[in-house]
């Protein structure tokens, strides 16, 4: 079992920054891939941006060129940097883990983390 717990959100305003960590239970090095997720009212949850245990990373078109995912097994930690935030960032943002495969989507997560609230404001 492996417990995720984020932090990080908050309210800022358009053009901002913020920093969201998902701190991980077990070792990062035991995990194959890991991701960030976000989940607007009334929408599905999407996939933001996912890094492998290579350190290989992915992102939604929309946030490219904006957000940064890393990771620092080290501190078995996650991290997804935004920058220029817009009022359509606004979610709950959701880490998510796949333990044994690299390929993690919004319905192939193993563990899930309670979720951050990012609001920005036009």
């Known amino acids: 079992q492996v417990q995720l717990v984020e932090s990080g959100g908050g309210l800022v305003q358009a053009g901002g920054s913020l920093r969201l960590s998902c701190a991980a239970s077990?070792?990062?090095?035991?995990?194959?891939?890991m991701a960030w997720f976000r989940q607007a009212p009334g929408k599905q949850r999407e996939l933001v941006a996912s890094?492998?245990?290579?350190?290989?990373?992915n992102y939604a078109d929309s946030v490219k060129g904006r957000f940064t995912i890393s990771r620092d097994n080290a501190k078995n930690s996650v991290y997804l940097q935004m920058n220029s935030l817009k009022p359509e960032d606004t979610a709950v943002y959701y880490c998510?883990?796949?333990?044994?495969?690299?390929?993690?989507?919004?319905?192939?997560?193993?563990?899930w983390g309670q979720g951050t609230q990012v609001t920005v404001s036009s």
């Open positions: 998510g883990a796949r333990k044994y495969s690299s390929k993690i989507t919004a319905y192939s997560v193993d563990f």
């Open positions: 077990v070792s990062t090095f035991s995990i194959r891939a």
């Open positions: 890094i492998s245990s290579g350190a290989n990373t």
